[in-house]
Protein backbone atom coordinates (compact mmCIF):
# COMPACT_ATOMS: atom_id res chain seq x y z
CA UNK A 1 0.00 0.00 0.00
CA UNK A 2 2.66 1.99 0.77
CA UNK A 3 4.24 2.19 -2.94
CA UNK A 4 0.88 2.92 -4.02
CA UNK A 5 0.57 5.88 -2.43
CA UNK A 6 3.82 6.83 -3.88
CA UNK A 7 2.96 5.73 -7.34
CA UNK A 8 -1.01 7.59 -6.88
CA UNK A 9 1.23 10.80 -5.59
CA UNK A 10 3.50 10.62 -8.67
CA UNK A 11 0.56 10.54 -11.21
CA UNK A 12 -1.44 13.11 -9.26
CA UNK A 13 1.29 15.29 -9.67
CA UNK A 14 1.96 15.24 -13.10
CA UNK A 15 -1.91 15.66 -13.43
CA UNK A 16 -2.62 18.50 -11.09
CA UNK A 17 0.84 20.73 -11.62
CA UNK A 18 -0.80 22.60 -14.70
CA UNK A 19 -3.83 23.43 -12.58
CA UNK A 20 -1.10 24.80 -10.04
CA UNK A 21 -2.09 22.30 -7.32
CA UNK A 22 1.09 20.65 -5.74
CA UNK A 23 1.02 17.31 -4.32
CA UNK A 24 3.72 16.23 -1.75
CA UNK A 25 3.91 12.26 -0.31
CA UNK A 26 5.70 11.70 2.66
CA UNK A 27 8.08 8.75 2.85
CA UNK A 28 9.27 8.75 6.59
CA UNK A 29 11.56 5.95 8.32
CA UNK A 30 11.86 5.55 12.16
CA UNK A 31 9.65 8.10 13.77
CA UNK A 32 8.80 8.55 17.54
CA UNK A 33 5.11 8.63 17.96
CA UNK A 34 2.79 6.74 20.61
CA UNK A 35 1.52 4.19 17.80
CA UNK A 36 2.75 1.34 20.10
CA UNK A 37 0.96 2.46 23.59
CA UNK A 38 -2.03 2.71 21.20
CA UNK A 39 -2.19 -0.51 19.73
CA UNK A 40 -1.74 -2.11 22.62
CA UNK A 41 -4.60 -0.12 24.10
CA UNK A 42 -7.40 -0.59 21.23
CA UNK A 43 -6.65 -4.36 21.40
CA UNK A 44 -6.36 -6.13 24.47
CA UNK A 45 -3.76 -8.63 24.15
CA UNK A 46 -2.09 -7.38 21.48
CA UNK A 47 1.54 -6.89 22.02
CA UNK A 48 2.73 -3.17 21.27
CA UNK A 49 4.33 -1.95 18.99
CA UNK A 50 8.38 -2.04 19.22
CA UNK A 51 9.01 1.31 20.93
CA UNK A 52 6.70 3.18 20.00
CA UNK A 53 8.13 4.04 16.72
CA UNK A 54 6.21 3.64 13.21
CA UNK A 55 7.36 2.02 10.24
CA UNK A 56 8.83 -0.68 12.34
CA UNK A 57 9.34 -4.02 10.97
CA UNK A 58 11.37 -6.91 11.27
CA UNK A 59 14.66 -5.42 10.53
CA UNK A 60 15.22 -1.95 11.82
CA UNK A 61 16.34 0.02 9.20
CA UNK A 62 19.70 2.16 9.48
CA UNK A 63 19.69 5.02 11.17
CA UNK A 64 17.65 6.97 13.85
CA UNK A 65 14.53 7.65 15.14
CA UNK A 66 13.19 11.31 14.50
CA UNK A 67 10.79 13.34 16.90
CA UNK A 68 7.55 13.82 14.70
CA UNK A 69 8.13 17.85 15.41
CA UNK A 70 11.11 17.06 13.28
CA UNK A 71 8.55 15.26 10.44
CA UNK A 72 6.48 18.93 10.74
CA UNK A 73 8.93 21.01 10.25
CA UNK A 74 10.15 18.81 7.19
CA UNK A 75 6.75 18.58 5.90
CA UNK A 76 5.82 22.26 6.21
CA UNK A 77 9.34 23.32 4.06
CA UNK A 78 8.91 20.04 1.40
CA UNK A 79 4.82 21.62 0.98
CA UNK A 80 5.81 25.01 0.76
CA UNK A 81 8.93 24.32 -1.56
CA UNK A 82 6.34 22.45 -3.66
CA UNK A 83 8.49 19.14 -3.37
CA UNK A 84 6.71 16.01 -4.55
CA UNK A 85 8.70 13.48 -1.93
CA UNK A 86 9.08 14.55 1.79
CA UNK A 87 12.01 11.65 2.77
CA UNK A 88 13.11 12.43 6.44
CA UNK A 89 16.27 10.17 6.60
CA UNK A 90 19.39 10.62 4.30
CA UNK A 91 19.97 6.99 5.02
CA UNK A 92 17.15 6.01 3.23
CA UNK A 93 19.24 6.95 -0.14
CA UNK A 94 21.03 3.91 -0.42
CA UNK A 95 17.84 1.96 -0.32
CA UNK A 96 15.83 4.20 -2.85
CA UNK A 97 18.95 3.43 -5.21
CA UNK A 98 19.38 0.10 -5.10
CA UNK A 99 15.37 -0.57 -5.56
CA UNK A 100 15.58 1.59 -8.83
CA UNK A 101 18.58 -0.22 -9.92
CA UNK A 102 16.89 -3.42 -10.34
CA UNK A 103 13.85 -1.87 -11.81
CA UNK A 104 16.44 -0.02 -14.49
CA UNK A 105 17.92 -3.61 -14.59
CA UNK A 106 15.15 -5.29 -15.57
CA UNK A 107 15.62 -3.81 -19.23
CA UNK A 108 18.48 -5.77 -19.57
CA UNK A 109 16.53 -8.83 -19.93
Known amino acids: T ?9 C ?9 IGVSVLCPMMVQTNIGANSARDRPGA ?14 PEGGT ?3 DQVARR ?3 AVRAGEL ?12 RKRFERI ?6
Do not use: M, N
Open 66 to 68: IDA
Open 85 to 96: YILTHPESRAFI
Open 12 to 20: LSRELRPEG
Open 47 to 60: EPALSGLAGVSERP
Open 2 to 10: KYGVVALSE
Open 75 to 77: VVR
Open 104 to 109: DASFEG
